[in-house]
């Protein structure tokens, strides 16, 4: 006669609920896409600093840089082309000035040096990496700060840039666009919302430029889709402590097509180190 010993469920499940927790959880872990922005004001400046040596501790799949600010086919200390990634860089005409690079784990299917028009392509502020039917680009929109002059160019820009971005998404492609834009979106974007109504960056018609991205042409802001608190800054001013009274601007975006809104998971910006006047955003997908 064979004895029977009758199991409850969860004793005799229990191992076998381990092994799929446990195979969730890794494809979890595969699943996530890291990818950090940052604009190092000088790429070397921000190599002193210990830029690097913090890359080489995130595991980031993707990071774009902006505002290099040198001719990076001229330079070849190692420390500029970390291990385990590729690297690319769109380099400006005039040296010491702007520029875009992207490190990534895998080799692209794909590489984009120009937008097309001479403002971006000649100051080096387009870099795009395609993957299947991923594409991540590092642009540096131009700033304003120095006159009328260079804030109608920076006008200039947008306009040109609204149509390009309009036929990206037409391609029905997954977008991260990475990228100090220079122009803060909402009143929970700047400290100091009202006194800078009049200064390049927070103007008027350069947040109405975002509104038209954002809520007409399509594009998502990954960072406020999953943090939508406030004093969340990523530009500081050298000028009255502003970095440790934490008086800044957010004007360094990931922004998305909208088929990778429900991808975002979670988004950050890192500020235990100063490496620049801005801080890296880390951004995490589900791709």
Avoid at 122 to 146: C, H, M, N, W
Avoid at 228 to 253: C, L
Avoid at 261 to 285: L, W
Wanted: positive net charge.
């Amino acid at each position: 006669m064979t004895a029977f010993v009758q199991t409850s469920e969860a004793e005799w499940f229990r191992p076998y609920k381990t092994k799929i927790a446990l195979i969730s959880w890794f494809r979890y872990i595969a699943a996530m896409f890291k990818v950090i922005t940052f604009n190092a004001n000088g790429i070397r400046s921000a190599a002193r600093k210990g830029f690097y040596d913090w890359v080489l501790k995130q595991n980031a799949d993707v990071i774009c840089l902006q505002e290099t600010r040198a001719q990076m086919q001229n330079i070849h200390d190692e420390i500029f082309y970390p291990e385990g990634y590729f690297s690319f860089f769109s380099n400006p005409l005039k040296k010491g000035y702007s520029g875009v690079g992207i490190y990534c784990k895998r080799k692209p299917d794909n590489l984009v040096t120009e937008l097309g028009f001479e403002l971006a392509d000649e100051e080096g502020r387009y870099l795009q990496v395609d993957f299947g039917k991923l594409s991540i680009a590092s642009i540096y929109i131009p700033s304003g700060t120095s006159g009328e002059a260079r804030q109608a160019l920076k006008m200039h820009f947008l306009k040109e840039y609204t149509e390009i971005l309009r036929r990206q998404l037409a391609e029905k492609r997954q977008f991260i666009i990475c990228g100090d834009v220079n122009i803060v979106h909402k009143e929970i974007d700047i400290k100091n919302w009202k006194s800078n109504q009049k200064n390049s960056g927070c103007l008027p018609e350069e947040r109405a430029w975002l509104d038209l991205i954002f809520e007409q042409v399509g594009w998502v802001d990954a960072f406020r889709v999953v943090n939508k608190k406030p004093d969340q800054y990523t530009w500081w001013s050298h000028f009255g402590r502003a970095y440790e009274r934490n008086v800044g601007w957010r004007i360094d975006y990931q922004i998305v097509s909208s088929n990778l809104k429900n991808k975002i998971k979670s988004a950050e910006i890192y500020k235990e180190q100063k490496f620049s006047d801005h801080a890296p955003v880390i951004i995490q997908y589900e791709l």
